[in-house]
């Protein structure tokens, strides 16, 4: 007899990860404890000094496809056609990746007679991290290459949304962070990179602090980075110390404006102790609770898409969709 448990395939494409996972859950209650990511599997295009080439990763998506698809069904210990449905990460992201990991999801669901789940990248960044830390109602502040922004869940229950209270108005922190890293031929050449030298720095260089409301601006500090006099590990250790302190200043901005009393922490840079370390403090300052993805669903990842797949899944949220590079996550609605 079938019940109402299903499993999805997640496929996540948007930049320089092809993550494959599969999750189960009820249909019912997809949030529920009962919930599981059964595998996370993925390929990584390489940092390197060149930086990311969007073809290049779209090549290295489609190479891998097929090995990184296996061994996510192997690990779950399922075959193609217990799948329920096929998720795929629909945007934002890069043009390139995002078509391979749209291809890969239709060819699937095609031929299997099962349906395409549209998730949005965002959406799955932060819903990975509200299901594991089990927050309600968090402000979230969203740390990755290529986003940085202040979230709020708000709205009536069956009609919530993610609202952005807060956002970069120019570049992503990680991005900004690898590039210093790249200037500096850092090994590795990204935000790693800056994290280890960081840890040998000791003298805070002034460098530009631009925060207006609860949005954040990270351009200057990269210009100002490359014209600074200072050894590597103190300038590494200044730029962390400088754009961590805007991101806690409008997550407490965000936690005093909507006195909420969760504060969730995901996104690539989660991984970040130092940012990890300050967030929690600005938290308790807050009395509130503070949480972060677990470290394996803190980057991209496609266990985190068969997770938000799943939840869409339950309420036909996000079906046949088309990839799309701006998708922005307050247009989508967390019913479940
Ligand atoms: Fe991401």
Redesign the pocket.
């Known amino acids: 007899m079938k019940t109402s448990s299903r499993l999805v395939l997640g496929i996540e494409c948007?930049?320089h990860t092809l993550g494959v996972g599969v999750a189960r859950g009820s249909m019912s209650a997809p949030f529920g404890k009962s919930t599981r990511i059964l595998s996370n599997e993925s390929a990584k295009y390489p940092s390197l000094r060149e930086g990311f080439i969007p073809r290049k990763l779209a090549d290295h998506h489609a190479k891998h496809f097929k090995e990184v698809a296996l061994r996510a069904l192997d690990k779950a210990s399922i075959k193609p056609r217990d799948l329920d449905a096929v998720a795929y990460s629909y945007g934002p992201g890069l043009g390139h990746s995002l078509h391979v990991g749209f291809v890969a999801a239709k060819t699937l669901c095609e031929s299997l007679g099962i349906p395409l789940v549209g998730v949005n990248?965002a959406l799955a960044?932060a819903e990975v991290g509200r299901f594991f830390t089990r927050m309600r109602a968090p402000v979230v502040a969203y740390v990755?290459?290529?986003?940085t922004q202040i979230l709020r869940l708000g709205g009536k229950p069956g009609k919530r949304h993610y609202q952005i209270v807060g956002e970069t108005l120019d570049i992503g922190a990680g991005n900004m962070l690898d590039l210093v890293g790249r200037n500096l031929s850092l090994s590795p050449p990204d935000a790693v990179g800056v994290l280890e030298a960081a840890r040998k720095g000791r003298n805070l260089v002034p460098l530009p602090y631009s925060v207006k409301g609860m949005n954040m601006s990270f351009s200057g500090l990269l210009t100002a980075s490359q014209k600074a006099v200072a050894s590597p590990p103190d300038l590494c250790y200044s730029v962390q110390e400088t754009a961590f302190s805007m991101i806690c200043e409008c997550a407490e901005k965000a936690l005093s404006v909507y006195g909420a009393k969760e504060l969730l922490l995901v996104?690539?840079n989660a991984r970040n102790k130092r940012l990890s370390a300050m967030l929690a403090l600005a938290a308790k300052e807050h009395n509130a609770r503070f949480g972060a993805a677990p470290l394996e669903y803190c980057?991209?990842n496609g266990g985190m898409i068969a997770l938000a797949g799943l939840f869409q899944l339950s309420k036909r949220i996000g079906l046949r969709r088309l990839p799309s590079q701006r998708a922005r996550i307050d247009a989508e609605s967390v019913a479940w």
Do not use: E, V
């Not at 990755?144 to 986003?147: A, E, F, K, M, V």
């Open positions: 948007t930049a990248h960044h990755s290459g290529g986003n996104g690539g980057g991209d």
